[in-house]
T-cell receptor, first 113, second 111 residues
Framework: DGGITQSPKYLFRKEGQNVTLSCEQN?????MYWYRQDPGQGLRLIYY???????QKGDIAEGYSVSREKKESFPLTVTSAQKNPTAFYLC????????????FGQGTRLTVV | DAKTTQPPSMDCAEGRAANLPCNHS???????VYWYRQIHSQGPQYIIH???NNETNEMASLIITEDRKSSTLILPHATLRDTAVYYC????????????FGSGTQLTVLP
């Protein structure tokens, strides 16, 4: 099946540790995105990438890092510099031209313990 | 980026049409209007999009005003499973940057 897969679904991290969230798509999409969602809030853009080996900061990039070594993969690392990392993280992909919808993964819920 | 404005919440009786408004008064000529919805703790789901003309698919209808400054998403016969947060966003071609979400409208379908 074509789609976008995030793993794991739930993740627990100790304070001070880095953690990497996985996002893989087999839709041959050029663009990939990472969003953060806090309870009762909308989606906020962390990073996005339009092409392999290139990515851009979104609105809340501080404390996060990404890589785009392959078209299919866009992992997000939540670093120890992120002061409040507990949140729901969503990955999406799309083709870039107008008139094309984005597809979302089912999310990873990160909790810092 | 064109911004969108949506009411924070709406109720609708089951079986009735749900009409969700969105204002996008600064929309430019090459920007599409998209609607997504998010059921609690899941990833957003694409519903429909349009540029100028009204659109209909198996899920919903999208009515865009002639001046394109506002639109309405219509769920013709709302069910309890349509309870979700509905996001209206605008996006232009040629850049991934414009895929940005606002706060959306919490639609509650009442039995």
């Amino acid at each position: 099946d074509g789609g976008i897969t995030q793993s794991p679904k739930y993740l627990f991290r100790k304070e001070g540790q880095n953690v990497t969230l996985s996002c893989e798509q087999n839709l041959n999409h050029d663009a990939m995105y990472w969003y953060r969602q806090d309870p009762g809030q909308g989606l906020r853009l962390i990073y996005y990438s339009q092409i392999v080996n290139d990515f851009q900061k979104g609105d809340i990039a501080e404390g996060y890092s990404v890589s785009r070594e392959k078209k299919e993969s866009f992992p997000l690392t939540v670093t120890s510099a992120q002061k409040n990392p507990t949140a729901f993280y969503l990955c999406a992909s799309s083709i870039i031209r107008g008139g094309a919808e984005a597809f979302f993964g089912q999310g990873t819920r990160l909790t810092v313990v | 980026d064109a911004k969108t404005t949506q009411p924070p919440s709406m109720d609708c009786a089951e079986g009735r049409a749900a009409n969700l408004p969105c204002n996008h008064s600064t929309i430019s000529g090459n920007e599409y209007v998209y609607w997504y919805r998010q059921i609690h703790s899941q990833g957003p789901q694409y519903i429909i999009h349009g540029l100028k003309n009204n659109e209909t698919n198996e899920m919903a209808s999208l009515i865009i005003t002639e001046d394109r400054k506002s639109s309405t998403l219509i769920l013709p016969h709302a069910t309890l499973r349509d309870t979700a947060v509905y996001y209206c966003i605008v996006r232009s071609s040629g850049s991934a940057r414009q895929l940005t979400f606002g706060s959306g409208t919490q639609l509650t379908v009442l039995p």
